[in-house]
């Protein structure tokens, strides 16, 4: 399995941006999925998370201003990020885990559990 971020950018506080993870043929329709990001100094901490048949769930950090969602027909998951602020900046990743379970409470076991990962697309929030 490949995945390869891209969207990122520099934007301003309140501004958007839509992230984008090409996946190998397949991946998102039978794959869990996910977003991750890691800003200065800290450590990887799990954004959003899509099951195979579509539900997702959010950190509380971005509920209400993020959505993750995916395009079976295009290989693709995406991350539309909104009224964005400087704690969002962060390196972005996409992942995904071919397990039977996905996100179930625990975004450091979802970590954990993730067996791919892209390498990236930088975010930077300007205030």
């Known amino acids: 399995v490949q995945l390869v971020e891209s969207g990122g950018g520099s934007v301003q506080a309140g501004g958007s941006l839509r992230l984008s993870c090409e996946a190998s043929?397949?991946?998102?329709?039978?794959?869990?999925m996910g977003w991750f990001r890691q800003g200065p100094g800290k450590e990887r901490e799990g954004v959003a998370a899509?099951?195979?048949?579509?539900?997702?769930n959010y950190a509380d950090s971005v509920k209400g201003r993020f959505t993750i969602s995916k395009d079976n027909a295009k290989n693709t998951l995406y991350l539309q990020m909104n009224s964005l602020n400087a704690e969002d900046t962060a390196m972005y990743f996409c992942?995904?885990?071919?397990?039977?379970?996905?996100?179930?409470?625990?975004?450091?076991?979802?970590?954990?559990?993730?067996?791919?990962w892209g390498k990236g697309t930088l975010v930077t929030i300007s205030s």
């Open positions: 992942a995904a885990e071919a397990g039977d379970d996905c996100y179930s409470g625990s975004w450091i076991e979802f970590i954990f559990n993730m067996e791919y």
């Open positions: 043929e397949y991946t998102t329709r039978y794959h869990c």
């Open positions: 899509l099951d195979r048949d579509g539900t997702a």
